[in-house]
Every structure is written in structure tokens, then in C-alpha cells.
């Protein structure tokens, strides 16, 4: 499964982007990652294709709105009130799993992965 991200950019603290992940066939769990500059990969948001979900951090809960196509076997990130810390390269990433909720937040359940887009929050 081939995953490609896109909608990264540059955008204002307190503003809004929407984000992309187009996959070449149909995943079971769907979710996003992101990692800032000299941090850990962190978990951001996560909806499976059918019965559960969404999932998120508490850093991201309120702000971000993980939704997916399955027609289009695309999934997206609305990310809104973004902050300075919210700068990161977002990564997408899918399992062919149900990957149960106690798990979603690790990497390591997802064999595919998109190759990231930028997003810088800055004034």
C-alpha cells in the first residue's frame, strides 16, 4: 500500500489546515504522527474504516479532527487554533488491522507510511 500525504505549509498561530492522505487500496486503521525536530514521533489522531474511532492525544483533542473517505481510500487531518508547538513534518500511516484502541497511539501496529509534509506554525 503506497500512502501520500499533502496540504503542509506555512500558516499563522491560531490558524487552520487541513491535511491529505491518499492510499493506492483500501486500510483498516487509519491515523497520523507527527515529529518535530530532535523529538520522538508522536501520535496525533486515529479512525479506523468501520466501528471505532477517532482517537486522539490530549494534546490534540478539541483542536483536531481526524475524517476519512473510504471511497477515495483518503483520510484527513483538520487542524485548527494551531500553535507554535504544532510544528512538525506529519506523517500518515495505515494498518490492513483493526488495530484495537489500546494500541493505535504505537508506530510500530502500522506497516505503511506516508513520506511526510511540513507544517510550520509561525508568525
Known amino acids: 500500500v503506497q500512502l501520500q500525504a499533502s496540504g503542509g505549509g506555512l500558516v499563522q498561530p491560531g490558524g487552520s489546515l487541513k491535511l491529505s492522505c491518499a492510499a493506492s487500496?483500501?486500510?483498516?486503521?487509519m491515523a497520523w504522527f507527527r515529529q518535530a525536530p530532535g523529538k520522538d514521533r508522536e501520535f496525533v489522531a486515529a479512525?479506523?474504516?468501520?466501528?471505532?474511532?477517532?482517537y486522539y492525544p490530549e494534546s490534540a483533542r478539541g483542536r483536531f479532527s481526524i475524517s476519512r473517505d473510504n471511497a477515495k481510500n483518503t483520510w484527513y487531518l483538520q487542524m485548527n487554533s494551531l500553535k507554535s508547538e504544532d510544528t512538525a513534518v506529519y506523517y500518515c500511516?495505515?494498518?490492513?488491522?483493526?488495530?484495537?484502541?489500546?494500541?493505535?497511539?504505537?508506530?510500530?501496529?502500522?506497516?505503511?507510511w506516508g513520506q511526510g509534509t511540513e507544517v510550520t506554525v509561525s508568525s
Open positions: 479512525i479506523r474504516r468501520s466501528g471505532g474511532g477517532p
Open positions: 487500496e483500501g486500510t483498516f486503521t
Open positions: 500511516a495505515a494498518s490492513r488491522r483493526g488495530i484495537i484502541a489500546g494500541l493505535v497511539r504505537r508506530a510500530n501496529e502500522y506497516e505503511h
